[in-house]
């Protein structure tokens, strides 16, 4: 390996020139190996690109192998500085290069990895500049939108920010109201057009649709006449149109719209996606704003005219305090009033009670004798002295109806009349009251007939008693008031057309109508309604020449309103009267179950044939001699024995001293004791707490009946005594005591 050798030879000719050829050849080796040594040793140890081989003289083979190493060497040069060069511009920031010298093997391995690396490199820079970008501008918009008060403010903001920002050159901005209608409230560059609109109702144009479908709708290479983008250098279509949805909590606030004349880029649509959302909580706190400052305003407004009212009311309370005091004295005044009229209705009971028992004591020995002369059982009158007797008796009894009637008013007015609706077949009344009115038109030698249509129902349901009272009251005035001519009732069902101001009448499904027509003389028209007031008739000379209370027709229309119905008149004078009685087929009013009469409560037994009173020991209490003389002639035709006691002391004295007494007839008022005291004495003595007591009383209000029962007395009864009715009653009770003792027995 020593190149540096010669060959010496002491030589000529042809060895001389092989020795000289191979020296030559040695020097130019050794020359080629140091310069490629050289160029290895910057190369490799150095790091000196550039580097060339020389070799004086080479030629053939060693011309070539030289070549050949200043070939690699240069390629390696040129490789290493093209991979250099790039890596220096990519650390200057510079991601548009790449190697693009040839390479084989390893070095081309080794360009690909490096051109890659610089190419994701620029892609993932890219990204972060976009996002930048986004993040940049999203965050400028939201502190451009803060504070904004007006949302045609805001809205145009908007378009003058956004549009060139996505390089757009076209924009609209619809807001929605409650109407779900869209109208523009701000542009950029837009230019009106007569196929252009600003409002559009959902599904609308794009922007309806848009609206209706809450997505984005991006439109593509549209039409050169669908839009036109315009300056003052010209115009030209758009590329590109985005029609955006402005959503909140998914509530569609707004739509925009952007035309560009190329198309969004990925990053765009990003960003507008991402702003949409933002420009719907701003508008969404726009709106909030707005309402709350006009409810703010409203409040003020409110404030100010409840501060007015509140002025007003003020005045007012004065007023009212003035006013307060001054109904306090005429509610104080009318207090007075209703205790006063409270004191009267009390007086008016009781005159009425007492009237009642100063009218019926006397009365009811007035009417026992009167009927006992009348039925002259001993045959010891004459004829004529028993007509006396009945006409004694018939006055008796009117002046009973009088006295009733007296009472019903003053029930009917107190509203305490009962009513006792139950079944009542319409033929039994028609034929009741044929066969009581019959007799009064054969005596005044008038027509009387009686009808019912035949539309008419059988049956109906009502007070069978109070139906009769009324009916009878308007037969009776009818017959009353005719001297000539007839006297009609007829029965028929109203038509539905008919209109009353009476709910039980207009709620009813059958209307009956009960028409009582006379020829007599007639009322005039305005006396037609004065009739139905208390103690009134047509005039004075009608009470005169007729004679009568005028309380007939005040208690039947009464009557009448109690059972639902109404009473109407029509009349001409000198030609008749026709009075008719409506009432609906059914009862409507209170519960029926509740509204039953009093006396149904005790049995009304009738006297048998066989029933006999002999040797049955009777107290008569009473301290009016009258009573006591009509009731014992009673009592004593039946074989009883009868005793008598002035006053309830004394009747508890004569019981205790004769046990035997069967049973006691008890007057109510009398003086020292009276009839309740003295029952409650009795019933407190063990051996009298069965014995039968009937109270007979001359008062007949409501109450009386209960206080003489509650006080101890097994029944009542009032005056007149009906003889017949007592007796029944008296026979009733002495069974009852009869069948008790023999069981305890």
Same mark, same amino acid.
């Given at each position: ?114 051109? +890659? ?104 290479h549209p039409p050169s006449d669908y839009i ?95 006013k307060n005091q001054e109904v306090e004295l ?66 008796? +009894? ?23 609706p139950k079944g009542v077949k319409i033929a +039994? ?317």
């Amino acid at each position: 390996g020593d190149l540096n050798q010669k060959f010496v030879l002491e030589a000529k000719g042809e060895v001389a020139a092989l020795a000289e050829t191979i020296n030559d050849m040695t020097d130019t080796l050794r020359t080629f190996a140091d310069q490629v040594t050289t160029v290895a040793r910057e190369v490799g140890i150095e790091g000196k690109l550039g580097g060339q081989a020389k070799v004086p003289g080479a030629s053939g083979t060693w011309k070539d192998l030289t070549d050949n190493v200043n070939q690699l060497a240069g390629n390696l040069t040129s490789q290493v500085r093209a991979i250099a060069e790039v890596s220096t511009a990519v650390t200057r920031g510079d991601l548009t290069r790449s190697i693009t010298v040839e390479a084989e093997g390893e070095v081309a391995a080794l360009k690909n990895n490096i051109n +890659q690396m610089i190419g994701n490199l620029k892609d993932t820079t890219d990204k972060n500049t976009e996002q930048d970008w986004l993040k940049t501008n999203l965050a400028k918009f939201s502190g451009m939108m803060q504070g904004q008060r007006s949302i045609t403010s805001v809205a145009q903001l908007i378009m003058s920010e956004l549009t060139p920002l996505v390089d757009a050159r076209l924009g609209t901005f619809f807001i929605v109201d409650d109407s779900q209608e869209l109208s523009m409230i701000a542009s950029y560059a837009f230019s009106e057009r007569k196929n252009l609109s600003s409002k559009y109702k959902f599904k609308e144009g794009l922007v309806g649709q848009c609206a209706f479908e809450r997505k984005t709708i991006l439109l593509t290479h549209p039409p050169s006449d669908y839009i036109r983008i315009s300056s003052a250098s010209g115009e030209s279509p758009p590329a590109n149109i985005i029609v955006l949805p402005v959503l909140f909590e998914g509530a569609l606030k707004a739509v925009i719209e952007l035309a560009s004349f190329k198309p969004f880029t990925q990053n765009y649509l990003n960003f507008l996606d991402q702003l949409m959302d933002s420009i719907g909580v701003i508008l969404n706190m726009i709106s909030s704003s707005m309402r709350t400052e006009e409810l703010l305003q409203e409040l003020k407004k409110s404030n100010a005219e409840l501060e007015a009212q509140a002025k007003e009311l003020e005045d007012k309370a004065k007023l009212l305090e003035v006013k307060n005091q001054e109904v306090e004295l005429a509610s104080r005044s009318v207090e007075e009033k209703a205790e006063q009229l409270s004191l009267i209705s009390k007086y008016k009971s009781e005159f009425l009670a007492n009237m009642s028992h100063e009218l019926r004591t006397p009365l009811n020995s007035l009417l026992i004798l009167s009927k006992t002369l009348e039925e002259n059982k001993d045959h010891n009158l004459s004829p004529e002295q028993v007509k006396f007797a009945s006409t004694i008796n018939s006055a008796g +009894q009117d002046l009973l109806a009088l006295i009733n009637e007296i009472l019903d008013l003053s029930k009917v007015e107190a509203g305490k009349m009962p009513v006792d609706p139950k079944g009542v077949k319409i033929a +039994q009344v028609k034929d009741y009251l044929e066969q009581t009115f019959r007799p009064i038109a054969g005596h005044k030698h008038l027509e009387f007939k009686v009808s019912a249509d035949a539309s008419v129902p059988k049956n109906m349901i009502t007070d069978e008693n109070r139906l009769q009272q009324i009916l009878k009251n308007l037969l009776s005035n009818a017959f009353k008031f005719t001297e000539t001519g007839g006297v009609t009732l007829n029965i028929s069902t109203l038509k539905k057309d008919r209109r009353f101001n009476i709910d039980t009448l207009s709620n009813a499904k059958t209307i009956l109508s009960f028409s009582v027509k006379d020829t007599g003389i007639g009322i005039p028209s305005d006396k037609q309604k004065l009739i139905f007031e208390a103690f009134q008739q047509a005039d004075g000379t009608t009470s005169r020449k007729y004679g009568g209370t005028g309380l007939g027709l005040t208690i039947s229309r009464e009557i009448a309103r109690l059972l639902g119905g109404v009473i109407e008149v029509e009349s001409t004078p000198g030609e008749g009267s026709t009075f008719t009685l409506y009432l609906p087929q059914n009862y409507i009013g209170q519960d029926v179950s509740r509204v039953i009469k009093p006396e149904q409560e005790f049995a009304r037994p009738e006297l048998p044939p066989q029933a006999d009173f002999t040797g049955c020991k009777v107290l008569v209490v009473d301290d009016d001699m009258r009573n006591i003389f009509a009731i014992t002639s009673i009592l004593e035709n039946q074989g009883m024995i009868v005793s008598h006691a002035e006053n309830g002391k004394i009747a508890v004295k004569s019981l205790k001293n004769d046990p035997s007494i069967s049973i006691v007839l008890m007057d109510t008022m009398m003086p020292e004791m009276d009839g309740l005291e003295a029952m409650r004495a009795i019933r407190k003595i063990p051996e009298f707490e069965a014995l039968p007591i009937i109270s007979l009383t001359a008062k007949a209000m409501k109450g009386d009946r209960e206080q003489c029962l509650e006080a101890g007395a097994s029944d009542y009864i009032t005056k007149p005594v009906d003889a017949k009715n007592l007796l029944a009653m008296m026979h009733f009770w002495l069974k009852k005591d009869a069948q008790v003792q023999q069981v305890q027995a």
